[in-house]
């Protein structure tokens, strides 16, 4: 039979499910299984074992009107909506399944959990999800294993850069451009930098075009700038050739955490306890403090950054040190 399985997210969602979406694809061996979501992500949805990936834009009518057509042809008998928005409800519906998943109990859902769940990490929400199913829990993140060419591509990376063999630690200091207040200030990032690289570990400053401005100012202090050069697959690859990776709570961070790297990111604005990458939470920095967690895109003025600025790089260093990473 036919198997639909919905996540639409951003590129973090979309990981955090992966080892959901693994145990249903081995709940259901043998049957066709697809994986919806958004064009974006498809490079990563890819890399998911056992599923197939079909993907519509996020927004517009017309988007909405091809999936809806797209999810309807396909006949699916069980629909597991991992996303719970108002357009994948929508999309559950016009699949006419007869058996249709999710973590709530508003129609059209027939299985969801009975217990509250919103005080958990969505790892763990999904898994009540599961158990709903009838489908063994998933018991830690999923791994992601980037193919033979992009392995290759870093490969050759390395080579032209002079990293062949050299000991790496992997730098993202951006964050979404919506959500300036997750980013640890530049000059903390650019002292952690310095005094990695001095003990002979070159640092790789990874991150989009966006990020452009802010990692060649950091590359001109330490470290190597490697803006735009790595697609999603290959940063898992290239992730394979480190030790560590600092990063504020964004993208990244999940992705380098399933490729297995030790992962160390800062949380201020966001809940860690909600938004830490899976198996990661050990390696948080964060302060408590009255106006943290805030959600608040900018910080104000009068709270003056306060759950970031007081993270000083002595705590990172220290951090790392302990953990024999420097």
Sequence with gaps: MRVLVIKLGALGDL?????????????????????LTSPALVEVARLFPGVRVRAFPRR????????????????????????????????????????????????????????????????????????AAGIGPATAACRLVPGEEARRAVGRWLSAAGLVGAPLALFHAGSSPRWLSK?????????????????????????????????????????????????????????????FALVNDSGPMHLLASSGLPVYAFFGPTDWRRCHAVGQAERIFRLELPCAPCYLPVCPTSRAHACMRKLEPEIVLERLQHDALI
Excluded: K
Excluded at 15 to 35: C, K, P, Q, T, Y
Excluded at 68 to 85: H, I, K
Excluded at 87 to 93: D, G, I, K, P
Excluded at 204 to 220: F, K, M, P, Q, S
């Design 15 to 35: 990981l955090i499910s992966g080892a959901h979406v693994e145990r249903i694809a081995a709940h259901h061996s043998g049957d066709e299984i697809w994986l």
């Design 60 to 131: 517009g009518v017309r988007a909405m009107a091809a999936a809806s057509a797209w999810v309807r042809r396909m006949r699916f008998e069980v629909v597991y909506d991992l996303q719970g928005s108002d357009r994948s409800r929508w999309l559950t519906w016009v699949s006419g399944a007869r058996r249709r998943v999710a973590l709530s109990g508003r129609f059209p859902y027939n299985v969801w959990p009975r217990h509250d769940h919103r005080h958990l990490h969505p790892f763990d929400r999904l898994n009540d999800l599961l158990e």
């Design 183 to 243: 980013r640890w200030p530049p000059a903390y990032f650019a002292a952690v930098a310095r005094e990695v690289e001095r003990r002979g570990i070159r640092v790789v400053w990874i991150g989009t075009a966006a990020e452009g401005d802010l990692n060649r100012d950091l590359a001109a202090v330490a470290g190597v700038d490697a803006t735009g050069v790595f697609s999603p697959e290959t940063l898992c690859a290239l992730a394979g050739h480190a030790r």
